[in-house]
């Protein structure tokens, strides 16, 4: 499959503007400059983005920003790369980042599987958290969901050897995909055992509004933990 047809197929998020608040667009012509990454730049060297070698993981779809505010406030020795398509939830990142002054995140607004092939070099990324993607609940929709084998295959390669693909959904038939997926990446295994979904980790340190509105509704969280192994010493 050539990068155009995969395009064709999936994109990771719908851009959706929006409107941003007062305090957001402030935030976001002071911060923008200093924190947001560009496509345009081509290939992201982390120690140069960031001014340190640190372990880096990546966000995909960060929605208001505020589990990702946690995570790298508590972890301020790893660097994170975000990416989202909802200008509001950039300017609320941003904002969250001036208010608490953290500055161990940058940002892309820009499709992820743009940013992936294009920005992100392979075997460079400790981990890849995506958190309750658009499950496409209806079944003529379920090619347009973000997790699909193409997609984990790009994934995995830009993972280190023991780097992490860490997944979280509140609906179950998508969990179940994309457990279904992941297992079938030869360059993965399950941290938690064949088919088995992993307890809630630290790696989201706050339940989140979206969250909270499927726990309302009665629907379980399903996360999926899987590593990177070294797959040329498995075949040789």
Not at 22 to 42: C, R, V
Not at 64 to 71: D, E, I, M, V, Y
């Given at each position: 499959m050539t990068d155009i047809e995969f395009h064709r197929k999936?994109?990771?998020?719908?851009?959706?503007?929006?409107?941003?608040t007062?305090?957001?667009?402030?935030?976001?012509?002071?911060?923008?400059?200093?924190?947001?990454?560009?496509?345009?730049?081509?290939?992201?060297?982390f120690e140069q983005v960031f001014q340190r070698k640190a372990p880096t993981i990546l966000e995909?779809?960060?929605?208001?920003?505020?589990?990702?505010?946690?995570?790298?406030?508590?972890?301020?020795?790893?660097?994170?790369?975000?990416?989202?398509?909802?200008?509001p939830g950039i300017g609320a990142l941003l904002l969250g980042m001036q208010r608490q002054k953290i500055n161990n995140i940058r940002v892309y607004y820009a499709d992820a599987v743009e940013v992936m092939e294009q920005c992100i070099p392979e075997n460079s990324l400790d981990g890849i958290q995506i958190f309750f993607p658009d499950p496409w609940r209806k079944r003529k929709h379920h090619k347009r969901r973000l997790i699909q084998t193409e997609f984990a295959t790009l994934l995995s390669s830009r993972l280190k050897v023991g780097g992490t693909v860490h997944l979280a959904t509140d609906w179950?038939?998508?969990?179940?995909?994309?457990?279904?997926?992941?297992?079938?990446?030869?360059?993965?295994?399950?941290?938690?055992?064949?088919?088995?979904?992993?307890?809630?980790?630290?790696?989201?340190?706050?339940?989140?509004?979206?969250?909270?509105?499927?726990?309302?509704?009665?629907?379980?969280?399903?996360?999926?933990?899987?590593?990177?192994?070294?797959?040329?010493?498995?075949?040789?």
């Open positions: 999936i994109r990771s998020y719908v851009r959706r503007d929006g409107r941003m007062e305090a957001q667009k402030l935030a976001y012509h002071e911060y923008w400059p200093s924190f947001g990454l560009t496509i345009d730049n081509g290939k992201i060297n995909i779809g960060f929605g208001s920003g505020q589990s990702l505010l946690s995570t790298a406030r508590l972890q301020a020795d790893i660097n994170f790369v975000a990416i989202e398509m909802h200008l179950e038939d998508y969990a179940l995909h994309m457990m279904k997926v992941l297992s079938e990446i030869p360059t993965l295994t399950n941290l938690v055992g064949d088919k088995q979904f992993a307890d809630r980790s630290g790696g989201r340190p706050i339940i989140t509004k979206f969250e909270q509105r499927g726990l309302r509704s009665g629907r379980q969280i399903y996360e999926l933990q899987f590593s990177k192994n070294d797959f040329s010493r498995n075949i040789s």
